[in-house]
T-cell receptor, first 116, second 113 residues
Framework: EAGVAQSPRYKIIEKRQSVAFWCNPI?????LYWYQQILGQGPKLLIQ????????DSQLPKDRFSAERLKGVDSTLKIQPAKLEDSAVYLC??????????????FGPGTRLTVL | AQSVTQLGSHVSVSEGALVLLRCNYS??????LFWYVQYPNQGLQLLLK??????LVKGINGFEAEFKKSETSFHLTKPSAHMSDAAEYFC???????????FGTGTLLAVQP
């Protein structure tokens, strides 16, 4: 079974530029998460989708971050404009629809963003 | 509300020695608890999880953890460290309506030869 795919793996941009990250979850997984992991910290949830609907975006800085999952499969996370403090690893995770044994989130390799 | 505290941001052990990584949690609902491992430049890999079944949970690579409700703890142990165990370990708490995970700040494990 293929895992969670993310691209690009690395991205370097100047502040005030825009950037987009892509995630393809495990086939059949209804729930998709984007996390931000700043160096030296644990991952922090940015947004959670159930199919193509947003379940939780309370931690998403909506003035500059946006995310979509139009067809309920892959997802894009965008930052516009980027700030220095956005330098982090952006992790995508997916999970099957609820029920016994479906509580585990599976993580992709992440995209490391450096804002100069 | 849920939170996780990992005591010790850096732990160093000798190869063959006991590994003990500490995690305490706070949760207003019955918690699900997880330990994930992260190797350099990789995503998070699940080591083990507690989801209200057996309190002693066995995971991959010889790791195990015990859920102690009275102590609100979920410490990770391994009897004998191997060089390949060197990585960062994250404890996380989940549960509730959205099942989102709240992660601790991580413990970097170094294994000395």
């Amino acid at each position: 079974e293929a895992g969670v795919a993310q691209s690009p793996r690395y991205k370097i941009i100047e502040k005030r530029q825009s950037v987009a990250f892509w995630c393809n979850p495990i086939s059949g997984h209804a729930t998709l998460y984007w996390y931000q992991q700043i160096l030296g910290q644990g991952p922090k949830l940015l947004i959670q989708f159930q199919n193509n609907g947003v379940v939780d975006d309370s931690q998403l800085p909506k003035d500059r971050f946006s995310a979509e999952r139009l067809k309920g499969v892959d997802s894009t996370l965008k930052i516009q404009p980027a700030k220095l403090e956005d330098s982090a690893v952006y992790l995508c995770a997916s999970k099957p629809r609820g029920g016994p044994g479906t509580d585990t989130q599976y993580f992709g390799p992440g995209t490391r963003l450096t804002v100069l | 509300a849920q939170s996780v505290t990992q005591l010790g941001s850096h732990v160093s052990v000798s190869e063959g020695a006991l590994v003990l990584l500490r995690c305490n949690y706070s949760s207003s609902v019955p918690p699900y608890l997880f330990w994930y491992v992260q190797y350099p430049n990789q995503g998070l890999q699940l080591l083990l999880k507690y989801t209200s079944a057996a309190t002693l949970v066995k995971g991959i690579n010889g790791f195990e953890a015990e859920f102690k409700k009275s102590e609100t703890s979920f410490h990770l142990t391994k009897p004998s460290a191997h060089m390949s165990d060197a990585a960062e370990y994250f404890c996380a708490v989940g549960g509730g309506a959205t099942n989102k995970l709240i992660f601790g700040t991580g413990t970097l494990l170094a294994v000395q030869p």
